[in-house]
């Protein structure tokens, strides 16, 4: 009993910067803009979120710097692709890419080390409340998408932005509104990564849960409560893996690897389809 | 209620809208008509605030207002329906009607207030449109109602139709019109953009005609008849009614013999087909859209997707039916398809590439050992024929497809289905969204093409097309042949009932 106890609450802490970051790209992807940024994202997040606690003793800051921290390279990537009309994967990938490369260089200049930041004190690290809130942000999630006149536009731009622009609405303030969003929620999963799970910035701590964080919100369909659920098996199947870590005769991969096939599976229109929004990845022209 | 005084707008250069006067007067439907590229729709966008003017004046009731965006015209009562409509398709009815313009909190939509007066508002001019139902399940009769809806929610007082009947079926067209007219009779005007003549006469109070970007006349619809206004529209007089002589058939060529598509669970969207179709005829289906008619074609083209056909297909006495579509191409048989942006041409490659599409592995375009070799200057030289023999304009054979209109689209592919010069020719709604001088040339060409001894299978869901071209018509109803007529001697109403099934025409 115990046993399954622990490999639940593991699964839980596994899932919620899973969670985070793919609620972070329902919000973007909804509105019609891939967010394959999203390891970017985290990666900015968890690296800012663990520097300013280090200097500043306070998680809470930490944790804003690093919401900040995505906010702004999200910002980066909206305007590329919304403003400037830019190939949304390509821009999602270089933003990827950049963010290997600039926790490296900072903590060179600032920590003399090849890509990590120092530790933080133990009674420095952030409680439970990421796991609460990337919980919680799943009924409001839904609430927003389905019961708010922002969710309705949200849904409306990423479906058919022509419809919305000729009935008034602003698509590109809705799609920017998203990204930035969308950042904000993955940089609070990076965080939680470094200074919740962890005590420092270790290179490439992610190690790909952004695009993990992309498989559950297309396995969940898009929407908020499906997406947490496959958060919860992938965390799950990152838990069992953990713990039975030199106790199986199997090979953990093995069991790493089956959320992966099932994803797959899923996607392969094996069980029930799964429809992305309309407009998704299409940048929108007005028209006059 | 709304004038436009001396508009004009210019794009890169070139005048789409010519000093255009129109006087809308209230309470009436005003039809604005004209082939395409009139600068019809040019007008109505800046009577709707999506172009601005380069100069000229627009009145509403009265007094001359500035417009910068559609904002300006809807706080005005001036709503739109699109030709393609502006709808979310996952969306509910409600949802859409409210996007833009949500009632209720920042953070709480209060659908439930809107939904009652969608339905309150549908209901006063029996729409039947439940606001809590999800667009893609709506007929798309009933998605335009939908965009009717959105218009009057905004409280319009004047309605803009862009071509709303090319996308309907006959009996939806005639329901438009009956909510149209009860509009009217709650006092909202309405102005409709289209090029079907005998829906002019048939809804408007008023008519406006334009012709290269000007208005070129205004008459009231009781004192003018189609001759007329076609001949204001193109130019010249134009032939409304199909000449031909009689038919001389010789040998059947098409012979199909209890042909039969199956879907998924059975459902069998065609049923027990027999009919032939000789050499020097032309056969016409008739039937309300939606009745195995596509299906029909598919089966024959050997297009047919997610069903399965049975029965015989038999071209000059032998069997196609298990051929692939280039195997029954390269036996004569040529398909000019009903939706041409989907299946008859590529829309963002130029004319060349789509005039070969087809014939691209046959000499003398194709060259060498697996006809591998593309001969550009053949290419161009085919091209060059087809323009010139089916008067596409412009004739330029690098422009892409998607920069003819529809009407030049249609006699692109036709030209080139004929070059291949079928034995057989499958036509599905050969004029569709094309304008009267096309329709006119096309009609022609169709005839001359039976004349010189092709097989022709027509079908259309303009009954006055079909009755006008057909030598013999065979009317289908959900998926059978119910009945074959002579076009002559049988009247519009007679074949109607057949279509219907005997209940009263729609």
């Known amino acids: 009993m115990s046993i399954l106890l622990i490999l639940l609450a593991s699964a839980v802490r596994q899932a919620t910067p899973l969670l985070l970051a793919a609620l972070g790209g329902l919000y973007s992807e909804r509105s019609g803009v891939i967010n394959i940024a999203l390891e970017g994202l985290m990666l900015a997040g968890a690296f800012t979120a663990a520097s300013v606690t280090h200097y500043s003793g306070s998680p809470w800051l930490g944790l804003a710097a690093g919401i900040a921290a995505g906010v702004l390279v999200a910002l980066v990537h909206g305007v590329a692709c919304i403003r400037f009309k830019a190939d949304q994967v390509v821009s999602g990938t270089a933003i990827n890419i950049l963010f290997l490369g600039v926790p490296a260089l900072l903590s060179g200049a600032l920590f003399q080390s090849t890509g990590a930041t120092p530790q933080v004190p133990q009674e420095q690290l952030l409680p439970i409340a990421p796991i609460v809130l990337a919980f919680l942000l799943v009924p409001v999630t839904w609430y927003v998408l389905n019961r708010t006149p922002f969710g309705l536009r949200l849904r409306a731009v990423g479906e058919n932005p022509e419809a919305a622009d000729t009935a008034g609405v602003n698509v590109a303030r809705v799609r920017l509104a998203a990204v930035l969003l969308s950042g904000a929620l993955a940089a609070i999963g990076g965080a939680y990564l470094s200074i919740g799970q962890s005590s420092l910035f270790a290179r490439n701590m992610t190690a790909g849960r952004g695009f993990i964080a992309l498989a559950a919100l297309i396995f969940g369909k898009w929407r908020p409560v499906q997406t947490m659920l496959a958060c919860l098996l992938f965390g799950f199947a990152e838990a069992l893996a953990i713990q039975m870590e030199g106790v199986s005769q199997v090979p953990v991969q093995f069991i790493q690897i089956v959320p992966y096939v099932l994803t797959i599976i899923v996607l392969a229109g094996f069980i029930g389809h799964s429809r992305a929004p309309r407009a998704l990845g299409v940048p929108y022209q007005e028209k006059r | 209620m709304l004038e436009l005084r001396e508009i004009t707008k210019r794009f890169a250069g070139v005048p789409a809208n010519d000093r255009v006067n129109l006087t809308v007067a209230p309470g009436t439907i005003h039809a604005l008509v004209g082939e395409n590229g009139a600068g019809k729709s040019t007008a109505m966008r800046i009577a709707y605030g999506f172009y601005g003017a380069d100069s000229g004046e627009i009145l509403v009731e009265g007094r001359v207002h500035r417009f910068t965006s559609p904002h300006d015209a809807i706080r005005l009562g001036i709503g739109m329906v699109h030709q393609h409509f502006m709808l979310v398709e996952p969306m509910t009815v409600a949802e859409n009607i409210v996007l833009g313009l949500e009632p209720g909190s920042p953070f709480a939509l209060d659908l439930k207030s809107a939904e009652a007066r969608i339905r309150a508002l549908s209901d006063e001019l029996g729409l039947a449109i439940d606001p809590t139902r999800r667009i893609e399940d709506l007929s798309v009769g009933q998605q335009q109602r939908v965009e009717l809806l959105k218009a009057l929610y905004r409280e319009a007082r004047l309605l803009i139709l862009d071509e709303p009947t090319a996308v309907l079926s006959p009996q939806a067209t005639a329901e438009l019109f009956t909510i149209l007219r009860r509009m009217r009779a709650q006092g909202k005007t309405i102005v409709i953009v289209t090029h079907k003549l005998s829906e002019v006469l048939d809804i408007s109070d008023e008519v406006t005609v334009m012709r290269d970007g000007r208005v070129v006349g205004h008459r009231r619809t009781a004192e003018t008849n189609a001759a007329e206004l076609a001949h204001l529209m193109v130019g010249r007089d134009v032939l409304l009614r199909v000449v031909k002589p009689a038919a001389q058939p010789k040998a059947p060529v098409l012979g199909v013999r209890g042909l039969a598509v199956t879907f998924k669970g059975g459902e069998k969207r065609l049923d027990g087909v027999s009919f032939e179709v000789r050499a020097g005829e032309i056969v016409g289906i008739a039937g309300i859209e939606g009745n195995g008619q596509t299906e029909l074609v598919e089966a024959l083209a050997g297009l047919t997707e997610g069903g399965a056909v049975s029965g015989t297909i038999e ?18 048989i040529s398909h000019v398809p009903e939706d041409r942006h989907r299946r008859g041409l590529l829309l963002d490659f130029d004319l060349q590439e789509n005039a070969i599409l087809g014939a691209d592995d046959r000499p003398p375009v194709a060259v060498g050992p697996g006809r591998f070799w593309l001969r550009r200057d053949e290419i161009r030289r085919k091209t060059e024929k087809i323009l010139a023999a089916f008067d596409v304009r412009p004739p330029d054979p690098e422009r892409p497809a998607r920069a003819l209109s529809g009407g030049n689209q249609q006699k692109l592919i036709l030209g ?41 299978l027509l079908v259309s869901s303009e009954l006055e097309e079909v009755t006008a071209l057909a030598d013999r018509l065979l009317v289908m109803r959900r998926g059978r042949i119910v009945a074959e007529v002579d076009p002559e001697t049988t009247s519009m109403e007679e074949i109607g009932l057949l279509m219907t099934g005997g209940s009263a025409a729609a």
């Open chain 2, 315 to 332: 071209l000059d006495g032998r069997s196609v039916a298990g051929l692939s579509v280039r195997q029954r191409r390269a036996l004569g």
């Open chain 2, 416 to 456: 080139r289905e004929l070059d291949l010069q079928p034995k057989l020719l499958l036509v599905a709604q050969p004029t569709r969204g094309v304008d009267i001088g096309g329709i006119e040339f096309i009609h022609r060409r169709l005839v001359e093409l039976r004349d010189a001894g092709c097989a022709l």
